[in-house]
Structure formats: C-alpha cells, structure tokens
C-alpha cells in the first residue's frame, strides 16, 4: 500500500517532537519530584501532559502545512516535467514564488535545462529540415537527367554531355554539403584532449598567408603581421587553421570588382586579434544577425554558384566559442565584410632568473 510521503514526514516529524518532549519532561519531573510537595508534582504532571499535548497537536499541524508547502513546490516541478514527456515541443516551465531557498534554485536550474534542452531539439530539427531542403535540389537535378538519359538523350552525344556535366557538379556539391555536415558534426564532439592544446600563432599565420598567396595570384592579399614571437593560444592547430581557411576562403568567394583582402593578425598581454576584411558584395543589416546560422545563405543563387552551403561561418562561430574566444561580423551593403576574431592568449610563467624589467620589456615587443 502506498503511503503519502507528507503523512511519513509528518509522522516522523511528529513523533520527534514527542520524543523530545517527553525526554525533557522526564528530565523536569525528576527535578520537580526531589524538591516539591505531592500537590506540587500532581498539579505539575497534569499541565505537563496538557502541554505535551497540546505541543503534539501543534507539531503535527505545523508539520503538515510546512510538508505540504514543500511537496506542491515538488508537484508544479513533477506536472511540467510530466507535460513536456507527453508534449517534448511544448514550453511550459516550471513556475514559482521567487525566494531564496534550495527549491527555488532547483527549479531555476531545471529551467535553465529545459531551455538548453529545447534549443538543442529545436536546433536539430532545423538542422534535419535543412538538410532535407539542401539535398532535395541536387537528388532532383540528378534525378531529371538520368530520366531524360532513360528516355532519349542518350542517344544525342551532346545531351548526354551536358547531363553527364550538370550531374557530376551537383555530385561535387552534395560531397561538399556532406563533408561540412561531417565537420559540423565533429565540431560539436570535440574531443577533451584537444581543449588542452596549444598552438604558436606567428608559424601559422605565415603558413596561411602563404598557401593563399599562392592559390590566389590574382589577388591583392595585405598581411598586418604584428604578433608578439612565441605567443601561444589554447587552440587545437588545426582547428584555428581551419577558421582561418574559412573566413579567408569566403572573403575571395564574394569579393567583386576589388580583388583585394585584408588580413590583420595581433596580440597584446591577454588577446589574439584577428581580421580578415574583403571588398565585396557586403552583407544587408538584416542578414548579420543571421549569417552564422546553419545553411543560412545572404543570396542563395550567387552563393551555390560559388559553391557555398552556409555551414563554414557555423563551423567557424562554434569552434572559436568552444575555445572561449569570440568571432563577429561587420559589413555594409557594397563595401565589404570585416570579420574579427578574439581568442585568449596562453599566460606564460616567466623564468625565475627573469627580472622583473626584462618581463616588462618582453611584454612589450
């Protein structure tokens, strides 16, 4: 037989206070009975079994209301959690009288939770809804063609040509669009070890600078090089290079006429700064909010014309936030995009044979 959890504590409660009462009664009849007269003890013992009674009764009722009170805070708690496992889409939060007490820091708690929980289901059905959208125009291109082949193309050396073409690009596309989901994904799995690691920032600005340099002959590319040497960030290498490939392989992807990008790297005692800027299409006031969101696209023809899916800038934004560094962006329609990063530096211990005039100095290089 299941019995009420506010009849057990009341009892018990109850039967504490009893206990006590009668102890210390004991105590007092004791000290009473070695100095009073018989009338005494008798008109003693009767207001101390009055009292204890009435103390009993008092105890249980107090008891009952202050479990009760505790156990409705505990029921809201158990209805919310019950209507979001019948209806997990549902935004019902648990509501309380603000107080300082531990059950209202558990509900604050569980609520925080339940936002974070519904951000992440909401997060992956856009995330699916997405997919399905990126998928279905190359399924259907690949589809046609290979249908108009069926039927008659094949025959036509110049149709089957083109088809063949316009097949391979979407297939091209699709693998690019699943490579990114990969990464995307493996972004939000970063191992632990990796958030250990660190990595010189001067040797791999160089070696980005350079690689660009090469693939882009036709452009204008200005390094602002003003790293301190030996100066370490807490960044998996590979990570940071990958950011940096990002940011930079848009700034190419949508420059116009001016082809020439901007890339600014410095450090002072607790920051890495980073800027890539390019002279190009610029993204609308409206958009900047938006342009980290997954598959979000400013102009979706000219942007699957470059090759875009809209999973770079996400993949950027999270890694350098996984990191406890921050990425924003700066634009105006026709002018450009700027892009900057901020990542904390690795504190270094000086020496103990170092002075504190030389740490200063090196600071400051």
Do not use: C
């Amino acid at each position: 037989m299941r019995i009420s959890i506010r009849l057990k504590w009341t009892a018990l409660i109850s039967i504490v206070i009893l206990m006590a009462y009668i102890f210390v009664g004991i105590l007092a009849m004791r000290t009473v009975q070695s100095v009073a007269s018989v009338n005494e003890i008798h008109s003693f013992t009767t207001k101390l079994v009055i009292g204890g009674i009435v103390v009993f009764i008092l105890g249980v009722v107090l008891t009952f209301y202050m479990v009760t009170l505790v156990l409705n805070d505990l029921r809201k708690i158990n209805k919310t959690i019950d209507d979001l496992n019948k209806k997990p889409d549902s935004d019902s939060r648990i509501k309380l009288r603000k107080r300082n007490d531990e059950i209202y820091e558990l509900t604050v708690n569980i609520n925080k939770m339940l936002d974070r929980m519904q951000a992440y289901t909401n997060q992956q059905k856009e995330f699916v809804e997405d997919v399905s959208h990126e998928l279905r125009t190359p399924v259907a291109v690949l589809e046609g063609h290979l249908s108009m082949l069926q039927r008659w193309g094949k025959d036509d050396p110049e149709v089957l040509n083109d088809s063949i073409n316009s097949s391979m690009q979407e297939l091209k596309r699709m693998q690019s669009l699943i490579q990114e989901m990969l990464d995307l994904t493996r972004v939000e799995q970063i191992d632990s070890a990796y958030l250990e690691q660190t990595t010189e920032v001067k040797p791999l600005f160089t070696q980005v600078y350079n690689d660009f340099k090469m693939l882009h002959p036709d452009f204008v590319i200005n390094f602002d090089d003003d790293i301190r040497e030996g100066s370490e960030v807490k960044i998996y290498r590979n990570h940071l290079e990958q950011v940096l490939v990002i940011l930079l392989d848009n700034a190419f992807k949508y420059s116009a006429d001016r082809k020439e990008i901007n890339l600014a790297a410095s450090t002072n005692s607790a920051l890495l700064e980073v800027v890539v800027q390019d002279y190009g299409l610029g993204i609308a006031k409206n958009d900047l909010k938006r342009v980290f969101n997954r598959f979000y696209r400013v102009d979706k023809a000219r942007s699957r014309k470059r090759g875009g899916n809209g999973l770079g800038l996400s993949i950027a934004k999270r890694l350098i936030e996984i990191y406890q560094g921050s990425l924003e962006v700066e634009s105006v329609v026709g002018s450009g995009t700027v892009f900057k990063i901020e990542l904390p530096l690795v504190q270094k211990v000086p020496d103990e044979g170092q002075t504190e005039k030389e740490t200063a100095e090196s600071s400051q290089k």
